[in-house]
């Protein structure tokens, strides 16, 4: 098995220079969108934003989940949980129902509105950097650590490190670790992850579990419907047989 | 909002639909209450002519005239307005009787000649009910007692069964559009009384044409 | 020939009006793609489109297979006149719903992947299965009455004898369908409010999508009688409507159990813009037509009973809009408000529904009872011999 790749992002770090914000344009040929990269949002051409909270900043990209919910949502199969960590997207096989916008828990696919044969963009982890062993280009372009990458149990290991040689500096959590089931970018905070704009009421278990549970009885539907109509069926057609030749005798009595 | 919207677009097109039968005069072929069937009643004493008016023997040679239960189910609500005075002569085929329904007119055309000796006052502004009993239109003096052009009992109802297949025949024609007409009647004879009051004066006309006459 | 000139109706100057403007914005979809037609954002990536035309059409479509079930499975023949207009209406419905998915989907052209690339974990997947297999089902459903026009009585005699179990599949399949649609939103607990979120959703949609469909053939009938100036089937129709709202209220009642047990009742108790929203839903389309209908002489006054489909139908409009679009919160506090072209669109879908119905209702025995397998033997004989 191929190790787990994840980012780790630090806030407490972040200074906020926009490298990674610029990296990214660059490895995945985007262009221009803004040119103050902090008034920036997501976007069709943009994968990761930088955000400035009061004196925080933070970053927003993909957050690549273990589980992840825009996968199991697609009806043509069109993401992708690479065996690396990358959630990955094939234009080709998409239908454009953006069931995956609707559904993704932190926010993130966004859509070529104005194109005729529009896509849904977003990071993905520069899937053809790490296949090769390389680092993402946000992660390699960042100068002050804030964002890192490598294999995601060391990963944590670091987080957690962080957290325990720093204890003032950081709000105690590790986002990603259990947020519907975890995520391959993790995240650190100095102040609660809500005040950053992070999804903070997602449950522990991954979203596609709510909509196994549904789908898991549908043999037995199909089952059991059968069974219970082929049965009523026959059941009402017989009591109309014998209503019918019950009035048949009778008239012929009289 | 949106979802507001969206009710309201749907409401705002069912009342308008509403508002538009009433700006025309009609009223929604669901809302009548009664199918227009084939059961017929006519009495015994009475014939009938083939524009749907009906004579009746009363004292001194005179006859009674009226409108059958056929005109009430096709026009349905209806006003009678005869037109023409005590006293006035009226000619065979000549219009004598209005009948008005919704903002509509048909005339009835007089299956006799004779001197109109009554006209029945009661008829103002009342709504057709009992055609054969009190709403009866005017009473006749003929001028001939040759009344062997009019059927009786069996065979008026017989005719006027004729006549509501071939009226049904009519409305299927018309409720379709001009290049489907001639498609016979898809339901299985659903027609609901006043029937009539929903189509065109075109339609009216020829329906006076082809009944009334 | 004769050249034919149809009269200018009212409605008929509306539905042209209507189709104008839906084919401009038909041509602002194609060639400008979804920005230049509708107001969705990545913010708000379902619209009009998915929350009326899709969640709404099949959901009043719903109306086809209750009452097959009621004529077929539980062979109460009494309601066989309401059968085919039922079918026809949801074969319609089923049509229109891919026809508007053509418009909303980025890449209709890749319509078709969803049988070549499978996902079955995905609950949008199963929606597509269903609407293709229970519409080739409507298709069969419907197919008798275009055969029984041009007397293909050995084909006919075949396919009553297949009937009964392309019947049950199609029962089983709008049973899933049905539910399937409030499947899709049991993957967004965080971002519903929870008035409305319930992991009963697949099982309210089934509900209410009976209730409404119900009401729907009600309304259905009296549109029939408005366009062809024919009677309703007044007594049958007031006991499907009485069915219809008591499905509703068994609904409901689900509905206030699961409330009162996950504790989200509390979220009904403060008034703001989702407590109010949901009254109104449940007020018109449950309570006033359950109050309506369960008494004799609503149920059996025609304009009454008229008045209690349209409430029924406005209160699952409602509900369906909620679900999809009022109750989702927006990220970024941005709000979405249909497009002018959303919104033409759709009309113009429900145009064409109408006058294909008017179409086909004219040209084929649609309001006539289905015949007997024995009258199509029958005739069969008939025609042997006459040749
Ligand atoms: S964050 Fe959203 S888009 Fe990214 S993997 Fe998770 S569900 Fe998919
Ligand atoms: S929009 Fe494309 S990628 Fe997203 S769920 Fe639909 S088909 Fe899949
Ligand atoms: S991982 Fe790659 S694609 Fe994703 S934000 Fe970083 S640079 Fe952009």
Not at chain 1, 157 to 173: F, G, M, T, V, W
Not at chain 2, 34 to 63: A, D, R, Y
Request: charged share 20%; aromatic share 12%.
């Amino acid at each position: 098995m191929l190790k787990q790749k994840a980012i780790l992002f630090d806030a407490t770090l972040c200074v906020g220079c926009g490298e990674c914000y610029l990296a990214c344009k660059q490895a995945n040929d985007l262009p221009e969108t803004n040119t103050d990269f902090l008034k920036d949002h997501l976007g069709a051409n943009t994968y990761t934003v930088v955000e400035q909270y009061e004196d925080v900043y933070t970053r927003k990209l993909c957050m690549h989940c273990v589980d992840p919910t825009c996968v199991s949502v697609c009806p043509v199969g069109a993401f992708t949980k690479t065996e690396l960590g990358p959630v990955t997207y094939d234009e080709d096989k998409c239908l454009g129902c953006r069931y995956c916008m609707q559904a993704c828990p932190h926010h993130i696919p966004r859509y070529e509105w104005s194109k005729v044969n529009p896509r849904v963009r977003k990071c993905i982890m520069c899937y053809d950097k790490i296949k090769n062993g390389e680092q993402t280009a946000c992660a390699e372009a960042c100068p002050a650590e804030a964002t890192i990458f490598g294999n995601r149990d060391e990963i944590i290991e670091i987080a957690k490190q962080r957290l325990a040689e720093n204890p003032d500096s950081y709000y105690q959590h590790i986002y990603g670790l259990e947020e519907a089931g975890g995520t391959n970018v993790l995240a650190l905070s100095p102040v609660p992850f809500d005040k950053l704009g992070f999804a903070t009421n997602l449950p522990k278990e991954p979203l596609p579990t709510y909509t196994a549970k549904a789908l898991e009885k549908i043999p037995g539907v199909v089952a059991g419907g059968g069974v219970f109509l082929a049965a009523m069926y026959w059941l009402t057609k017989r009591k109309n047989k014998i209503a019918e030749e019950e009035k048949q005798s009778n008239f012929t009595k009289e | 909002m949106v979802a507001l919207f969206v009710v309201l677009t749907f409401l705002f097109f069912i009342i308008l639909d509403l508002l538009v039968l009433k700006a025309q005069g009609k009223e929604h072929p669901a809302f009548a209450v009664k199918v227009f069937n084939k059961k017929f009643f006519f009495p015994k004493e009475s014939l009938i002519s083939t524009s749907h008016i009906w004579l009746q023997k009363v004292q001194n040679g005179m006859l009674k005239l009226g409108i059958d239960e056929f005109i009430l189910k096709a026009l349905g609500k209806l006003n009678l307005i005869p037109m023409k005075n005590e006293g006035e002569f009226v000619n065979k085929g000549e219009p004598f009787l209005k009948a008005v329904f919704g903002n509509r007119t048909v005339l009835f055309r007089s299956p006799i000649e004779g001197k109109i000796n009554f006209v029945n006052k009661n008829l103002t502004n009342k709504v057709v009910n009992d055609c054969y009993g009190d709403d009866w239109a005017i009473m006749i003096e003929p001028k001939s007692n040759n009344l062997n052009d009019f059927k009786k009992s069996s065979e008026a109802i017989k005719w006027l069964h004729d006549e509501f297949n071939r009226f049904k025949d009519f409305i299927a024609a018309k409720s379709n559009e001009p290049e489907l007409a001639g498609v016979t009647l898809q339901d299985g004879g659903n027609i609901v009384e006043g029937v009539l009051r929903s189509f065109d004066d075109n339609t009216i006309k020829e329906f006076e044409e082809q009944f009334l006459l | 020939m004769k050249l034919i000139i149809p009269k200018i109706t009212f409605w008929r100057v509306v539905a042209v009006l209507i189709v104008i403007a839906g084919l401009y914005s038909t041509y602002l979809r194609l060639f400008g793609g979804l920005s230049a037609s509708t107001n969705l954002s990545d913010d708000f990536p379902w619209g009009l489109w998915i929350g009326f035309d899709i969640l709404v059409g099949v959901g009043l479509a719903a109306g086809g297979f209750s009452i097959c079930a009621i004529v077929h499975i539980f062979n109460i023949e009494k309601y066989k006149p309401l059968a085919r207009p039922a079918i026809l209406t949801a074969f319609l419905g089923y049509l229109l719903v891919i026809f508007g998915l053509i418009y909303d989907l980025g890449k209709p052209y890749n319509i078709w992947h969803a049988i070549i690339y499978w996902n079955p974990r995905s609950v949008m997947f199963e929606v597509a299965w269903c609407v293709m297999l229970y519409t080739t089902v409507l298709f069969l459903e419907f197919i008798p009455v275009v055969l029984e026009k041009y007397r293909y009585y050995k084909i006919l005699n075949f396919m009553k004898k297949i009937g009964i179990p392309i019947m049950i599949v199609g029962i089983i399949l709008s049973t899933l369908h049905q539910s399937s649609l409030g499947s899709l939103f049991l993957i967004i607990p965080q971002k519903m409010s929870q008035i409305w979120y319930s992991p009963l959703l697949p099982v309210y949609f089934f509900i209410s999508a009976i209730g409404a469909g119900l009401s729907m053939v009600i309304f259905e009938a009296y549109l029939s009688a408005r366009a062809f100036n024919k009677g309703i089937e007044a007594e049958l129709l007031s006991r499907v409507g009485l069915i219809s709202v008591i499905v509703l209220m068994i609904g409901f009642v689900i509905k206030v159990i699961d409330l009162i047990v996950s504790g989200n009742f509390t979220l009904l108790l403060t008034i703001n813009n989702y407590s109010l929203l949901y009254y109104l839903e449940v007020l018109i389309g449950i309570f006033i037509p359950f109050g309506l209908l369960i008494q004799k002489t609503f149920r059996e006054n025609r304009r009454w009973l008229y008045a209690s489909a349209v409430m029924v139908i406005a209160g699952f409009l409602l509900n369906r809009l909620n679900v999809s679009i009022s109750s989702i919160s927006p990220e970024t506090g941005v709000s979405y408000f249909p497009s002018v072209n959303e919104v033409s669109v759709t009309l113009m879908l429900i145009v064409i529904g109408l006058w294909s119905f008017k179409l086909i209702a004219k040209n084929f025995p649609v309001f006539t009872e289905e015949m007997h397998q024995e009258e199509y033997e029958a005739k069969l004989k008939e025609n042997t011999a006459t040749n």
